[in-house]
């Protein structure tokens, strides 16, 4: 079974629309992190959340991490064509693990 | 910008035949990693160090091996490759210290015949 569950697996959204991605974890987590792919590139780093209840934005990127710490959403404002690709959450177990990955939630957004 | 460069970026080649993938990172991290990504599918993480001299096996069972002479290079060796390990390989690094934060490198597309 998966660790880490995230939905939906692919999304189709207007230039300008809000979108909302979620990542559920089996486990409770140590950290939470939030990275985007473009297709068939590595991954870069968006953010991160250890604390429950914590949220972070940047630009127009918000991410929370509920307070149980075991999800997770990424919510996009008034998405844009940059906003485009692969979308994936990492759990860190322990603080020095390595991280295990969800598949992905695979964005398109269309003008 | 993130300074993890992999090479090579695609690599067609003949089963039986044994490859290694290089990974190299300018940054001085500690920590570097070897993940296999199938499309659609989830990151599976296949070798990991924490320092030279150090490499332990993910979760994934493959029939690679790694090595860590350097800080900055952590190579990838398939002895004989096989049409299952057709995927695409990233290489990552972080730094010692409790934060996850990894840079990645660009990939690299393997497809063996």
């Known amino acids: 079974s998966q660790e880490l569950e995230q939905s939906p697996q692919s999304l189709i959204v207007q230039e300008g629309k809000n979108l909302t991605i979620n990542c559920t974890s089996s486990?409770?987590?140590?950290?939470l992190y939030w990275y985007k792919q473009k297709y068939g590139e590595g991954l870069i780093f968006l953010m991160m959340l250890q604390k429950g209840g914590e949220e972070k934005s940047h630009e127009k990127i918000t991410a929370k991490l509920d307070e149980k710490k075991q999800q997770s959403s990424l919510h996009i404002t008034a998405s844009q064509p940059s906003h485009a690709g692969i979308y994936l959450c990492?759990?860190?177990?322990?603080?020095?693990?390595?991280?295990?990955f969800g598949k992905g939630t695979r964005l398109s957004v269309i003008a | 910008e993130a300074d993890i460069y992999q090479t090579p970026r695609y690599l067609v080649i003949g089963t039986g035949k044994k490859i290694t993938l290089e990974c190299s990172q300018t940054?001085?991290?500690?920590?570097m990693y070897w993940y296999q990504q199938d499309p659609g599918m989830e990151l599976h993480l296949i070798h990991y160090?924490?320092?030279?001299?150090?490499?332990e096996k993910g979760d994934l069972s493959s029939e690679s091996t790694v090595s860590r002479i350097r800080t900055e290079h952590f190579p990838l060796t398939l002895e004989s490759a096989r049409p299952s390990h057709t995927s695409q390989y990233l290489c990552?690094?972080?730094?010692?210290?409790?934060?996850?934060?990894?840079?990645f490198g660009s990939g690299t597309q393997l497809s063996v015949l």
């Open positions: 486990k409770t987590l140590y950290g």
């Open positions: 160090s924490y320092g030279v001299n150090s490499t």
């Open positions: 990552a690094s972080s730094e010692l210290s409790g934060v996850e934060k990894l840079f």
């Open positions: 940054m001085g991290h500690d920590k």
């Open positions: 990492g759990a860190d177990r322990s603080g020095n693990t390595p991280l295990v």
